[in-house]
């Protein structure tokens, strides 16, 4: 510990050298009575007399450079709207990276943004994205994370032409949140990237000297009178789920799943918003892709993608969770069939947030338990200087005798315009109705980030009891302190091939806790940005573990690499070779491999076929028995009719459970809630009924298979 902090204090040192915070431009868009049309066109009367910018610099890959393509920006509002239009210029248009995709499937196009903090208080941001085909995505960025299962409700048209392509964007008041006053600041932050060439640029040009901190470099928005937004929402919807499961060799049909569901949202604020549902509908309409499962210590991370929880969701978020075995307090996924939920989340004044969630889950069968678990959550953030803030967060689940606690403080903290230190400290306590006695834990955590153009450091302490439990959150491993450094200096070469290079060296150091014994891990790497979309990253490990007071060695060497090949292909692969510990009761030595392979084919703008495999194999090393290989292989086709409209297919084989699945899907969104899905699944397993019992086959049985419907529409005031 001693030797870490050692490290540390002249890198912290070092940060609070630099002088003061730059001042942010202020842009005051125009107010018109008649709004533009939408329809990818700069012809309106309303663009001839908006502010406009222009002058876009890169932050990636690199800093401060001209980007090679000219891009205008314009901005403008009415009483109820917000109003945006790109010019994008480009002297080879046909080499625009376009396709028509579902919503937030953008990342392999060419792609315009708006970042929106609505609150200019650089705690968090809306980003609203839109590809030269109009393919809309959207985000909510905040303590360092960014979250694509936002769907906000706005409107753009896009159109490309002979000189590259233009964008228009409505954003309705009603959808996003805001402090209503005669004046009404907010911030902005307009972005552009060219896919071919791997290329991010903005206005207002990010300085160099702080890095990829977007919240504090902003242009401030300045509007005068804006309409107080009513805001009232009721979604209703409908779910049918008919299947067949297979019983003892005989495929039974089940009962028709009929659910109604009904969730409302009403503004008591622009900036304070109550959820409210009954019977909620949190069916997904795609599979989770298949994960390797065998040998984990730890459960595997899903991302929550269910739409009760988005509104304010930002809000759960703590710090020091980037490296840590605590990544959430609130991980809304355990969650899993709630009765009912309800939810107040939003601003009480210009440095306060809330966010306080209650649901009354329904009881697992399968865990034996009769009780229903029942939710309750509080959170609260006061911003700070900068995107820096101090936070509280309670979260309690109760299951009849069994109750669970986590209750402490975090934030984060701008030392410098470079620099940034964050923060936790939850303690727990934990009733199982057996013991007369909590058990009581803790999980501290302290990360430290440097980042600038010329270099990154990373540093972080962690300290985790054994007794710590949060039934609510996600948290990978107790019974540990851990210190990490790492250092990334970043080098820009003249080559004509490589753009950066990104070698890296670190070293982390963690004692267990249970056992007493340490284990450490030297990583050394080189990451390389070559020129147009291409990079690769080689990584080696020196490193040890220690599991059930048994130290283990977990060498292993990385490689990955990206490219997109040409306009119509990209390719993705990573590569993992070492040593690695079997996760039983009776642990031992072993080594593995872990491949994966990605391919991405589109042929024209409708059409995508996505292929991936995935494989993982473990070894026993004293004598060379191989335990387990693991592939998995999944095909997913889509045909995108319109922006609305798709059909979808779905094929993966697991060979490690010898069955395919099949997910078949026809999808269409009108607006984000008014929806109508309509599909078709099926398991089939590579065994046979025999003699009262299955067995190993070669052929393929079905053992479940079913027919999806479902159905919502959004009534907004």
Same mark, same amino acid.
């Given at each position: 510990?001693?030797?870490?902090?050692?490290?540390?204090?002249?890198?912290?040192?070092?940060?609070?050298?630099?002088?003061?915070?730059?001042?942010?431009?202020?842009?005051?868009?125009?107010?018109?009575?008649?709004?533009?049309?939408?329809?990818?066109?700069?012809?309106?009367?309303?663009?001839?007399?908006?502010?406009?910018?222009?002058?876009?610099?890169?932050?990636?890959?690199?800093?401060?450079?001209?980007?090679?393509?000219?891009?205008?920006?314009?901005?403008?509002?009415?009483?109820?709207?917000?109003?945006?239009?790109?010019?994008?210029?480009?002297?080879?248009?046909?080499?625009?990276?376009?396709?028509?995709?579902?919503?937030?499937?953008?990342?392999?196009?060419?792609?315009?943004?708006?970042?929106?903090?609505?609150?200019?208080?650089?705690?968090?941001?809306?980003?609203?994205?839109v590809t030269p085909l109009g393919v809309q995505g959207d985000s909510r960025f905040a303590s360092n994370k960014e979250d694509f299962s936002v769907d906000l409700v706005w409107d753009s048209a896009a159109r490309i032409d002979a000189e590259g392509y233009t964008v228009e964007i409505r954003i309705p008041l009603k959808?996003?949140?805001?402090?209503?006053?005669?004046?009404?600041?907010?911030?902005?932050?307009?972005?552009?990237?060219?896919?071919?060439?791997?290329?991010?640029?903005?206005?207002?040009?990010?300085?160099?000297?702080?890095?990829?901190?977007?919240?504090?470099?902003?242009?401030?928005?300045?509007?005068?009178?804006?309409?107080?937004?009513?805001?009232?929402?009721?979604?209703?919807?409908?779910?049918?789920?008919?299947?067949?499961?297979?019983?003892?060799?005989?495929?039974?049909?089940?009962?028709?799943?009929?659910?109604?569901?009904?969730?409302?949202?009403?503004?008591?604020?622009?900036?304070?918003?109550?959820?409210?549902?009954?019977?909620?509908?949190?069916?997904?309409?795609?599979?989770?892709?298949?994960?390797?499962?065998?040998?984990?210590?730890?459960?595997?991370?899903?991302?929550?993608?269910?739409?009760?929880?988005?509104?304010?969701?930002?809000?759960?978020?703590?710090?020091?969770?980037?490296?840590?075995?605590?990544?959430?307090?609130?991980?809304?996924?355990?969650?899993?069939?709630?009765?009912?939920?309800?939810?107040?989340?939003?601003?009480?004044?210009?440095?306060?947030?809330?966010?306080?969630?209650?649901?009354?889950?329904?009881?697992?069968?399968?865990?034996?338990?009769?009780?229903?678990?029942?939710?309750?959550?509080?959170?609260?953030?006061?911003?700070?200087?900068?995107?820096?803030?101090?936070?509280?967060?309670?979260?309690?689940?109760?299951?009849?005798?069994?109750?669970?606690?986590?209750?402490?403080?975090?934030?984060?903290?701008?030392?410098?315009?470079?620099?940034?230190?964050?923060?936790?400290?939850?303690?727990?306590?934990?009733?199982?109705?057996?013991?007369?006695?909590?058990?009581?834990?803790?999980?501290?955590?302290?990360?430290?980030?440097?980042?600038?153009?010329?270099?990154?450091?990373?540093?972080?302490?962690?300290?985790?009891?054994?007794?710590?439990?949060?039934?609510?959150?996600?948290?990978?491993?107790?019974?540990?302190?851990?210190?990490?450094?790492?250092?990334?200096?970043?080098?820009?070469?003249?080559?004509?091939?490589?753009?950066?290079?990104?070698?890296?060296?670190?070293?982390?150091?963690?004692?267990?806790?249970?056992?007493?014994?340490?284990?450490?891990?030297?990583?050394?790497?080189?990451?390389?940005?070559?020129?147009?979309?291409?990079?690769?990253?080689?990584?080696?490990?020196?490193?040890?573990?220690?599991?059930?007071?048994?130290?283990?060695?977990?060498?292993?060497?990385?490689?990955?690499?990206?490219?997109?090949?040409?306009?119509?292909?990209?390719?993705?692969?990573?590569?993992?070779?070492?040593?690695?510990?079997?996760?039983?009761?009776?642990?031992?030595?072993?080594?593995?491999?872990?491949?994966?392979?990605?391919? #991405? *084919? &589109?042929?024209?703008? /409708?059409?995508? +076929?996505?292929?991936?495999?995935? !494989?993982?194999? =473990?070894? %026993?090393?004293?004598?060379?028995?191989?335990?387990?290989?693991?592939?998995?292989?999944?095909?997913?086709? #889509? *045909? &995108?009719?319109?922006? /609305?409209?798709? +059909?979808?297919?779905?094929?993966? !084989?697991?060979? =490690?459970? %010898?069955?395919?699945?099949?997910?078949?899907?026809?999808?269409?969104?009108?607006?984000?809630?008014?929806?109508? *899905?309509?599909?078709?699944? /099926?398991?089939?397993?590579?065994?046979?009924?025999?003699?009262?019992?299955?067995?190993?086959?070669?052929?393929?049985?079905?053992?479940?298979?079913?027919?999806?419907?479902?159905?919502?529409?959004?009534?907004?005031?």
């Amino acid at each position: 510990m001693m030797r870490f902090r050692l490290l540390c204090a002249p890198l912290l040192a070092c940060t609070l050298l630099h002088a003061g915070y730059a001042a942010r431009p202020i842009l005051r868009p125009f107010k018109t009575n008649t709004p533009p049309v939408l329809d990818g066109r700069l012809d309106d009367p309303v663009w001839a007399q908006a502010r406009s910018v222009t002058d876009f610099e890169t932050f990636i890959p690199e800093f401060g450079k001209k980007q090679a393509e000219k891009t205008i920006a314009y901005m403008a509002y009415d009483e109820q709207n917000l109003y945006f239009t790109f010019r994008c210029f480009d002297d080879q248009p046909d080499k625009i990276k376009a396709t028509l995709s579902r919503r937030d499937d953008i990342a392999a196009s060419d792609f315009v943004c708006i970042n929106l903090d609505t609150f200019n208080d650089q705690q968090s941001l809306y980003a609203f994205y839109v590809t030269p085909l109009g393919v809309q995505g959207d985000s909510r960025f905040a303590s360092n994370k960014e979250d694509f299962s936002v769907d906000l409700v706005w409107d753009s048209a896009a159109r490309i032409d002979a000189e590259g392509y233009t964008v228009e964007i409505r954003i309705p008041l009603k959808s996003i949140r805001y402090l209503h006053r005669p004046t009404v600041q907010m911030a902005v932050f307009f972005e552009r990237t060219i896919n071919r060439r791997l290329e991010h640029g903005s206005f207002p040009a990010l300085d160099p000297a702080r890095g990829y901190a977007f919240l504090p470099q902003m242009a401030v928005l300045e509007y005068e009178g804006l309409a107080r937004p009513t805001i009232l929402e009721l979604l209703p919807a409908f779910t049918l789920s008919q299947k067949s499961l297979r019983e003892n060799g005989i495929m039974v049909r089940q009962p028709d799943d009929r659910q109604w569901s009904l969730t409302g949202k009403y503004g008591i604020t622009p900036s304070l918003i109550l959820d409210a549902t009954v019977n909620p509908d949190f069916s997904q309409v795609e599979a989770d892709a298949g994960q390797v499962d065998a040998n984990l210590r730890s459960g595997l991370f899903f991302a929550e993608k269910r739409p009760f929880f988005l509104e304010g969701s930002e809000a759960f978020n703590i710090a020091a969770s980037q490296s840590g075995p605590l990544l959430a307090v609130l991980h809304s996924r355990t969650i899993v069939d709630p009765k009912w939920g309800a939810k107040l989340s939003g601003k009480l004044g210009q440095n306060d947030t809330i966010a306080v969630l209650s649901a009354l889950d329904t009881a697992d069968p399968a865990s034996g338990a009769t009780a229903d678990p029942r939710f309750s959550i509080l959170r609260y953030r006061r911003s700070t200087q900068e995107d820096g803030y101090l936070g509280a967060f309670y979260a309690g689940r109760d299951q009849g005798p069994r109750t669970n606690r986590v209750l402490g403080p975090d934030g984060q903290i701008r030392l410098s315009p470079g620099s940034q230190l964050g923060f936790h400290a939850f303690a727990s306590s934990t009733q199982d109705g057996v013991s007369p006695e909590a058990q009581r834990g803790r999980a501290l955590g302290l990360e430290y980030l440097y980042d600038t153009s010329r270099l990154t450091v990373n540093a972080d302490i962690h300290d985790v009891t054994t007794d710590f439990i949060a039934d609510a959150g996600y948290l990978t491993r107790t019974g540990l302190t851990s210190e990490n450094l790492r250092l990334t200096p970043k080098f820009y070469p003249t080559s004509g091939w490589v753009r950066r290079l990104d070698p890296f060296v670190g070293y982390t150091t963690l004692r267990d806790h249970p056992s007493g014994l340490r284990e450490g891990d030297a990583v050394f790497g080189l990451t390389t940005v070559f020129h147009g979309n291409g990079s690769a990253t080689l990584q080696w490990d020196d490193a040890t573990e220690v599991f059930l007071g048994q130290r283990f060695r977990t060498d292993g060497l990385r490689l990955s690499a990206k490219s997109q090949v040409h306009k119509t292909l990209s390719l993705q692969a990573t590569y993992w070779h070492g040593k690695g510990i079997r996760y039983t009761t009776d642990p031992f030595q072993g080594r593995g491999t872990q491949t994966s392979l990605a391919t #991405t *084919y &589109q042929p024209g703008e /409708s059409l995508n +076929l996505t292929l991936n495999w995935t !494989y993982a194999d =473990f070894y %026993r090393e004293a004598t060379g028995e191989r335990i387990y290989a693991y592939p998995i292989s999944r095909a997913r086709l #889509t *045909y &995108q009719f319109t922006q /609305s409209f798709f +059909l979808r297919a779905i094929v993966e !084989y697991n060979g =490690f459970r %010898r069955q395919m699945l099949t997910d078949l899907l026809a999808s269409y969104t009108y607006i984000p809630g008014t929806v109508i *899905y309509l599909g078709y699944g /099926s398991l089939a397993k590579k065994q046979e009924w025999e003699n009262g019992m299955y067995r190993p086959a070669d052929h393929y049985l079905d053992m479940q298979r079913g027919l999806f419907f479902k159905a919502s529409y959004l009534w907004r005031l």
